[in-house]
């Protein structure tokens, strides 16, 4: 069985940092590119980030693109969202998510298989 499980949100002041952390199991990732989204309450689910499967090509939206990182252990399975100069409106639930294709649109939900349970994260002003 194919999960994944994020962790690493909570509580944080604006301007401060945070690491989410992905953990993939039942499958190896490492040949497919892993994303990271999230989703307010009665909003789309947003694209954030994406890695290349070996790690050497990562995307952001522009609206995280400067603050946060993305990054890969694919030893570990696992994908992170590193989150700097946080703002008040990056505050919801952040989801990672991993397709079962290789080459897909990787700004769009629908491409992709496999979803976390999500993990809150609240930015206080």
């Known amino acids: 069985q194919v999960q994944l499980v994020e962790s690493g949100g909570g509580l944080v002041q604006a301007g401060g940092s945070l690491t989410l952390s992905c953990a993939a199991s039942?499958?190896?990732?490492?040949?497919?590119?892993m994303g990271w989204f999230r989703q307010a309450p009665e909003k789309e689910r947003e694209f954030v980030a994406a890695?290349?499967?070996?790690?050497?090509?990562?995307f952001y939206s522009d609206s995280v693109k400067g603050r946060f990182t993305i990054s890969r252990d694919n030893a570990k399975n696992t994908v992170y969202l590193i989150m700097n100069s946080v703002k008040p409106e990056d505050t919801t639930v952040y989801y990672c998510?991993?397709?079962?294709?290789?080459?897909?649109?990787?700004?769009?939900?629908?491409?992709?298989?496999?979803w976390g349970q999500g993990t809150q994260v609240t930015v206080s002003s």
């Open positions: 998510a991993a397709p079962t294709r290789r080459f897909i649109n990787y700004v769009l939900p629908t491409q992709y298989d496999y």
């Open positions: 039942g499958r190896s990732f490492s040949d497919y590119v």
């Open positions: 890695i290349s499967y070996n790690g050497r090509s990562t």
